[in-house]
């Protein structure tokens, strides 16, 4: 967590100077501590808003600042940093908040996001889904992620994710970024179809060769070398999966 968190803030300081994180719900004390960032100094809002302004406008005006407060956001009209907070940019460390940074989608689409994430973690949601015959894939890394994970057709989860979501996820994927999970549905489908395929040889060879042995028209050295040919076909057929050009 600590180096998605290191990432995502990267990307942040490519574009604004001051990065505000707000830690709700105080879970990410430890990791600000260690958290380095190059080029970036952290401070800590704790009552101290004046002496942080005339640090980062008139002591730095260059430096880069994450401003980190263990606790919810003020409201705005208590928010006596809120014109540098409405200046620069906003850092969340929930679920939805890495999920832009991994897709790198703007801050204006995470209400979507949000609404999204909720509708399918619903475990009444996921039950509703397969009444009606459908097949769900979830994908998630936290605790409260768990429930719905076990819950849906298919589910995956990243190494980097909790070990409860990883014990109840179908998939581990390497990587904090979602592209693996686009990989694994593409070889998915290819995978279907290729069975198909293989079934299709299969039944074929036993309905042309089958009768035709059975009537004693092929001899058994034609059936051995039929019956090899087959299964050189299925076999080369199931190897074109690996020169496959995945969609993306």
């Given at each position: 967590m600590q180096e998605r968190i290191s990432k995502a803030l990267a990307k942040r300081f490519e574009a604004h100077r001051l990065v505000f994180w707000y830690d709700e719900a105080r879970e990410f004390a430890e990791v600000f501590e260690v958290l380095e960032v190059e080029g970036v100094e952290k401070l800590t809002i704790a009552g101290n808003e004046f002496a942080l302004k005339h640090r980062v406008l008139r002591e730095a005006p260059k430096q880069n600042f994450l401003l980190y407060k263990p606790g919810p956001r003020p409201d705005d009209v208590d928010n006596w940093l809120l014109d540098l907070e409405l200046a620069y940019d906003l850092f969340r460390t929930d679920q939805v908040a890495i999920w832009l940074a991994d897709l790198g989608l703007p801050a204006n689409m995470d209400d979507l996001l949000r609404t999204h994430a909720e509708f399918f973690r619903s475990a009444k949601r996921l039950e509703a889904l397969k009444a009606r015959g459908r097949k769900t894939v979830m994908i998630g890394d936290g605790l409260n992620d768990?429930?719905?994970?076990?819950?849906?057709?298919?589910?995956?989860?990243?190494?980097?994710?909790?070990?409860?979501?990883?014990?109840?996820?179908?998939?581990?994927?390497?990587?904090?970024?979602?592209?693996?999970?686009?990989?694994?549905?593409?070889?998915?489908?290819?995978?279907?179809?290729?069975?198909?395929?293989?079934?299709?040889?299969?039944?074929?060879?036993?309905?042309?060769?089958?009768?035709?042995?059975?009537?004693?028209?092929?001899?058994?050295?034609?059936?051995?070398?039929?019956?090899?040919?087959?299964?050189?076909?299925?076999?080369?057929?199931?190897?074109?999966?690996?020169?496959?050009?995945?969609?993306?």
């Open positions: 768990a429930p719905a994970l076990a819950g849906a057709h298919a589910s995956l989860s990243p190494s980097s994710a909790t070990q409860i979501s990883q014990s109840a996820a179908d998939v581990i994927f390497q990587g904090a970024q979602l592209m693996p999970v686009i990989e694994t549905l593409s070889v998915a489908k290819a995978s279907k179809r290729m069975a198909l395929q293989n079934f299709a040889i299969a039944a074929g060879y036993n309905t042309i060769f089958v009768p035709l042995a059975m009537a004693g028209i092929v001899t058994p050295l034609i059936a051995a070398i039929a019956m090899s040919a087959s299964s050189i076909a299925v076999t080369a057929n199931a190897i074109r999966l690996r020169t496959k050009r995945l969609t993306r």
